[in-house]
């Protein structure tokens, strides 16, 4: 069975609203495909999908957690994340981060629905930047 929409295209991907999964960051580049958006594909073991707002508490409290994600890696052409960075975290870091009251805010548009097998969408809302 094809993976495509049929016509040999494949489909967008969906973000955890149900609309088309939007950008979360160029600056820094983000995303397991390092194309800005949150998607994720067989090469994604981590699910790098949770589009998130990083606080320093949480930059702090990742790199406690061993996801150190604030130190400069130029190997791998990575800055290192400040306050105010987009970036797309791993699903479960991400529930591991709010299962301990540390959880980063999270943009829903730019997060993609497969995280939702991971975490409910009521704990994503309450996390939420663009709440309405």
């Not at 604030?70 to 052409?77: A, G, I, L, R």
Request: aromatic fraction near 8%; charged fraction near 20%.
């Amino acid at each position: 069975m094809s993976i495509t929409n049929g016509n040999g295209h494949y489909p967008k991907p969906k973000n955890v609203l149900g609309g088309d999964l939007e950008l979360c960051c160029t600056s820094p580049m983000t995303g397991f495909y390092r194309d800005g958006y949150c998607k994720t594909g067989p090469e994604d073991t981590g699910r790098h999908t949770v589009c998130i707002l990083a606080t320093t508490e949480f930059l702090a409290y990742s790199k406690s957690a061993g996801n150190d994600l604030s130190t400069p890696m130029p190997q791998y052409s990575f800055p290192g994340l400040v306050e105010g960075d987009k970036w797309c975290l791993v699903a479960m870091r991400w529930k591991q981060a709010m299962e301990a009251g540390m959880a980063p805010q999270v943009i829903l548009e730019a997060t993609h629905e497969s995280v939702l097998e991971i975490v409910s969408l009521e704990d994503l809302k309450a996390h939420a930047i663009d709440q309405d």
